[in-house]
């Protein structure tokens, strides 16, 4: 859709929100969810990149520390042919109708 190419090593990676259900039993957990499942704060601003950043490696090392290790089996891909413009459960967060939707979710958490 923006004619950018993804480079393949971005194709692999870690499905925390499917690891940690897998290691905790928690079904469908968003981020704010799966700290207070760990006993942790949300520190920073919701949906700023960088908090968010930090806010899911605090999630990753409090799961390693209770035996999880993240193991390259484990690692999900998605094929070259995936698009996230025709995928209905993308949601692209430089949109103003999708600002409306963030807006919306955050007031019911």
Same mark, same amino acid.
């Given at each position: 859709?923006k004619n950018i190419t993804l480079p393949r090593y971005f194709?692999?990676?870690?499905?925390?929100?499917?690891?940690?259900?897998?290691?905790?039993?928690?079904?469908?957990?968003?981020?704010?969810?799966?700290?207070?499942?760990?006993?942790?704060?949300?520190?920073?601003?919701?949906?700023?990149?960088?908090?968010d950043c930090k806010n899911i490696a605090k999630i990753c090392?409090?799961?390693?520390? $209770?035996?999880?290790?993240?193991?390259?089996?484990?690692?999900?891909?998605?094929?070259? $042919?995936?698009?996230?413009?025709?995928?209905?459960?993308?949601?692209?967060?430089?949109?103003?109708?999708?600002?409306?939707?963030?807006?919306?979710?955050?007031?019911? $958490?």
């Amino acid at each position: 859709r923006k004619n950018i190419t993804l480079p393949r090593y971005f194709r692999k990676f870690f499905d925390l929100q499917r690891l940690f259900t897998k290691f905790k039993g928690l079904e469908k957990p968003h981020l704010k969810k799966m700290l207070r499942a760990c006993g942790l704060e949300y520190e920073g601003k919701h949906h700023s990149g960088i908090d968010d950043c930090k806010n899911i490696a605090k999630i990753c090392m409090k799961l390693h520390s $209770e035996g999880l290790r993240f193991k390259a089996e484990d690692m999900t891909s998605f094929s070259e $042919e995936y698009d996230p413009g025709t995928d209905p459960s993308f949601r692209d967060y430089n949109t103003s109708s999708s600002l409306l939707t963030q807006v919306k979710f955050s007031q019911e $958490e």
